[in-house]
């Protein structure tokens, strides 16, 4: 009889399942009985035989809290109904819910608390300003939630450390499955005209401020040369005006699908991603899968990601003078950029994973808590 899990977290998903994400869930339920807690995209159906998704609420500000307000009494009616094994939470603040959750059923399910980035970021780099005045509650919330939980486990060198930290040892360290099938054709070489991508939220922890700062001090210096922004966020406002100022050398969209991504990399020169916090970034992976060096700054999971002069250039955060010669250092000069191309492709390979590894790691790491 396979295990039961539960999944939990704040994931929005479209139900029917796309193709990537159908590829993971078939692969996890080879192995367990499963059940999955998220969020609903607008207009997805709520529940199917795996599914129990939230649907979105109005106002969208207060969608958010009240997902976590409600998440330990759905995480105990799950646990009383469904009655798993383990819960796999995603973030520390749903391991926090599920502890409550776990006390309120009655159930002695083991909670895996799965770390991919640093969990201060969410009150202090994101959204509304109001959110900060949360951050000493939720650090010490999440902090308890990471010693409490029965494993923790980490994606990299970087969340590894911010568990040990509290003096927690990570019971498993290994990449998630992420779906780069669009991104793994063969790859295409650097476009005539150079250029840099910028694909992520708007948002303080992204650092689009100091990404808008630092293209109008490199823009002049390569005028032949674009920047391409896909995102929506809370800043919005100041890529608007960033297009406003230079509008021959800066583009923006709100979002790409998968496959759009892939094209926009193949279309530019270099990613560039000036994160004041980053937990590991997927669109790391996603450029290097490319062959596009990434200019980043040296933060976070991006440094278990990128190094310095072999597939692309590290820089300090918050820091638009020093972003703004990395970029006119790469995309003035084609040949550093190929350089670096160069080394983009071989150095992803240690994050690939694919949907049947990472449900045979998740399951052992199940298995050694039972």
Known sequence: ??????????????????ES????????????????????????????????????????RLDGALFFVALPFRLARQLREFHPQAVVVQGAHEAAAALVGRTLAR??????????????????????????????????VAASAVRRADAVRTISDYTTTLVRRLGVEPAAVFPAFMDLEPFLSPVEPLPERPAALFVGVLEHYKDIDGLAAAWRLAAPRVPEAKLQIVGKGTRRHVVERLVDDLPEQTAWVLELATAEVAAALDAVSLLVLPSRSEGMGRVLVEA??????????????????ITDGANGLLV???????????????????????????????????????????????????????
């Open 1 to 18: 009889m396979k295990p039961r899990l539960l999944l939990a977290g704040r994931n929005r998903y479209s139900l029917p399942l796309a």
């Open 21 to 60: 994400l159908r590829r993971k869930f078939d692969a996890l339920e080879q192995v367990f009985d499963l059940r999955v807690i998220g969020s609903a995209q607008p207009g997805s159906p709520t529940a199917n035989g795996v599914f129990r998704l939230v649907a979105p609420v109005r106002p969208r």
């Open 107 to 140: 159930v002695p399910a083991k909670i895996v608390l799965d770390v991919h980035g640093d969990w201060r970021t969410a009150t202090r780099l994101y959204g509304s300003p109001a959110r900060r005045l949360l951050s000493p509650l939720a650090d010490r």
């Open 288 to 305: 290097l899968c490319r062959g596009r060096p990434v200019v980043a700054s040296g933060v976070g999971g991006i440094v278990d990601v």
């Open 316 to 370: 300090p955060p918050r820091d638009p003078n020093a972003l703004a010669d990395a970029l006119v250092r790469v995309l003035s000069d084609r040949g550093l950029a190929e350089r670096l191309a160069a080394g983009a492709r071989p150095s992803v390979e240690p994050w690939l994973a694919t949907p049947e590894q990472y449900a045979e790691r998740l399951a052992a790491l199940v298995a050694r808590l039972n």
